[in-house]
């Protein structure tokens, strides 16, 4: 069932829109209402769609949306407000659209519908399958920014923090190179997209992390990494 919240300081309005979501689809929606920031973000939940108000008493709806992006990348918000001179700070911190008042069915409908497809589009991002010291563990790949073989062991530097598996660097490139990685050094296998320069012999990843390219490897590795970018572009 998709989560759904609906926040406006206008009790009407919050009725209203969360019967245009149930509406005949009642078995497929979970909507709750709020009727401050404040309140939202007291509640402490987590929700896959949420309807905010922008021009509301004490906390806004930017504040509260900027608040929520703090600890939740994922919700996709949709404004709803009185003003669309608005829609510029809404995509400003990161929402997915905007509704203007009075709200239509119609527009309630195609929000949901486009937001929901890309939700679905971005769950079908490539997934691991990693067996570490911790157990197994299944994490994006675009997630991971490098594994490094150290002391016969790989490091697994991931965006949640680092795990430990008892595996060969050469098996390591062989599973993850069809997922955008490449060898820029014996004991490394990078993530192409987590590469954020390479200045003489060394590569500075997008966390920070400075790793070195070795000489042999280097030719080859800046070509596949061209290659990579060209890809995306």
């Known amino acids: ?79 709803i407000t009185n003003y669309g001179g608005y829609a510029g700070y809404a995509f400003g911190v990161h929402a997915f659209g905007y509704l203007l008042k009075p709200v239509k069915e119609k527009e309630i409908k195609r929000q949901l519908k486009e937001a929901l497809e890309y939700m679905q589009k971005e769950n079908q991002k490539p997934v691991v399958d990693l067996l570490t010291k911790e157990g197994r563990i299944r994490i994006p790949a675009e997630e991971i920014y490098y594994f490094e073989y150290t002391f016969r062991m790989l490091e697994v530097h991931t965006k949640e923090g680092v795990y430990y598996q008892q595996a060969k660097i050469s098996e390591c490139l062989e599973k993850m190179r069809p997922y955008g990685f490449a060898m820029p050094h014996k004991s490394f296998v990078v993530n192409l997209d987590q590469v954020r320069g390479i200045k003489g012999y060394e590569i500075t990843m997008m966390d920070g992390s400075v790793l070195p390219l070795s000489q042999k490897k280097g030719k080859a590795f800046r070509e596949e990494l061209n290659l990579f970018l060209a890809g995306r572009l």
């Not at 689809?25 to 209402?33: I, S």
């Not at 939940?45 to 949420?50: A, E, G, N, V």
């Open 1 to 79: 069932m998709i989560r759904i919240a609906v926040c406006d300081d206008q009790e009407i309005v919050c009725e209203n829109v969360r019967k245009m979501i149930l509406h005949e689809e009642e078995d497929r929606y979970e909507v709750d209402l709020f009727r401050s920031g404040k309140e939202l973000l007291e509640a402490g939940r987590k929700y896959d769609i949420l309807f905010l108000d922008i021009d509301m008493p004490g906390m806004d709806g930017i504040m509260t949306a900027k608040e929520i992006r703090k600890t939740d990348k994922q919700v996709e918000i949709i404004y």
